[in-house]
């Protein structure tokens, strides 16, 4: 078994052996942690997002993307954390932040974004699976496995990236991709304007407005003006482009187990879930993606790495 390949293997079953910590530990200490009689099943989608890490590691292993070594490590348990402690600060309860039109604000999915861009799809993976169920668990409210694994793939796609020699025809072929599963999620909505928005936790849930609706289309416009803005700074316009497509599919399997586990219809999995979550996760991607890869930039030619 090459070096490559184990330490792929060992960074999948570190999510797997601190989900289950985390699950234990903080059932222990806050009964509304336990998870209920589908807890099963969302194991088994935390199996299958865990699987797909590793097919995809084995379509692309002849790339050094990835690469873990003891500075992704590291890189693997600065982001994890900063992840966890940012969702917790931005849940609601600690930093009260208003949501507009129902729909929840999550700035800190920008940092599993810049993680896997930065130092590679296992690092960003690490770092929003771990984090989100780090941070769920802090926020009390509940745990949610299949959408921490979720979160996980956001990180890892955004650093496939390093696939492509030519980022510029990497970017084109994201922006497509993404451009169809907004138009497409959007469609969904237009067909049925009266499925309530799941993901809202003020007065329950309530028909999802148009805002909220509209998100993922807005999150798209925004990273396209980004797209074309940066077009000379090539790091910015692939960590933006690459975070919306990672954004997409990432909650996208979150939302879609959800029809399994929760007996939800796509239709409501669909606008009910995933608009309203991964249209403002791109709305912050486009917006602090790339304050935060010019930043790293600056301390990298500051620093002469």
């Given at each position: 078994?090459?070096?490559?390949?184990?330490?792929?293997?060992?960074?999948?079953?570190?999510?797997?052996?601190?989900?289950?910590?985390?699950?234990?530990?903080?059932?222990?200490?806050?009964?509304?942690?336990?998870?209920?009689?589908?807890?099963l099943l969302r194991f088994v989608f935390v199996g299958?997002?865990?699987?797909?890490?590793?097919?995809?590691?084995?379509?692309?292993?002849?790339?050094?993307?990835?690469?873990?070594?003891?500075?992704?490590?590291?890189?693997?348990?600065?982001?994890?954390?900063?992840?966890?402690?940012?969702?917790?600060?931005?849940?609601?309860?600690?930093?009260?932040?208003?949501?507009?039109?129902?729909?929840?604000?999550?700035?800190?999915?920008?940092?599993?974004?810049?993680?896997?861009?930065?130092?590679?799809?296992?690092?960003?993976?690490?770092?929003?699976?771990?984090?989100?169920?780090?941070?769920?668990?802090?926020?009390?409210?509940?745990?949610?496995?299949?959408?921490?694994?979720?979160?996980?793939?956001?990180?890892?796609?955004?650093?496939?990236?390093?696939?492509?020699?030519?980022?510029?025809?990497?970017?084109?072929?994201?922006?497509?991709?993404?451009?169809?599963?907004?138009?497409?999620?959007?469609?969904?909505?237009?067909?049925?304007?009266?499925?309530?928005?799941?993901?809202?936790?003020?007065?329950?849930?309530?028909?999802?407005?148009?805002?909220?609706?509209?998100?993922?289309?807005?999150?798209?416009?925004?990273?396209?003006?980004?797209?074309?803005?940066?077009?000379?700074?090539?790091?910015?316009?692939?960590?933006?482009?690459?975070?919306?497509?990672?954004?997409?599919?990432?909650?996208g399997f979150a939302a879609i187990s959800d029809i399994?586990?929760?007996?939800?219809?796509?239709?409501?999995?669909?606008?009910?879930?995933?608009?309203?979550?991964?249209?403002?996760?791109?709305?912050?991607?486009?917006?602090?993606?790339?304050?935060?890869?010019?930043?790293?930039?600056?301390?990298?030619?500051?620093?002469?790495?």
């Amino acid at each position: 078994m090459d070096r490559k390949l184990t330490s792929t293997i060992l960074s999948l079953v570190a999510v797997l052996v601190f989900f289950l910590a985390i699950w234990q530990i903080g059932a222990a200490i806050n009964p509304n942690l336990q998870l209920d009689q589908t807890a099963l099943l969302r194991f088994v989608f935390v199996g299958i997002g865990l699987l797909i890490v590793l097919v995809i590691y084995i379509l692309t292993k002849k790339s050094q993307i990835w690469e873990v070594g003891t500075r992704q490590v590291v890189y693997m348990a600065i982001g994890a954390a900063l992840y966890a402690i940012f969702s917790y600060l931005f849940n609601g309860t600690v930093f009260v932040v208003p949501s507009v039109s129902q729909v929840a604000l999550r700035p800190a999915i920008a940092i599993p974004m810049f993680f896997g861009f930065a130092f590679g799809p296992t690092v960003g993976f690490f770092t929003g699976a771990v984090g989100n169920m780090f941070g769920d668990a802090l926020t009390g409210f509940g745990l949610s496995p299949q959408w921490s694994v979720g979160n996980g793939l956001v990180g890892m796609i955004a650093g496939m990236s390093m696939l492509f020699s030519d980022k510029k025809k990497g970017i084109d072929v994201v922006l497509i991709i993404s451009a169809v599963v907004a138009a497409l999620a959007t469609l969904v909505w237009v067909l049925n304007p009266t499925v309530e928005n799941q993901m809202y936790f003020g007065d329950g849930a309530k028909q999802i407005t148009t805002f909220a609706a509209l998100s993922g289309l807005i999150g798209l416009a925004i990273a396209l003006v980004v797209r074309f803005v940066f077009g000379k700074n090539i790091d910015i316009a692939a960590a933006v482009t690459w975070a919306m497509l990672g954004n997409f599919l990432g909650i996208g399997f979150a939302a879609i187990s959800d029809i399994w586990i929760n007996g939800y219809n796509p239709t409501v999995a669909i606008v009910g879930e995933f608009l309203p979550s991964a249209g403002p996760n791109l709305i912050f991607a486009a917006i602090l993606v790339p304050i935060l890869v010019a930043a790293y930039a600056a301390l990298q030619k500051q620093t002469g790495r």
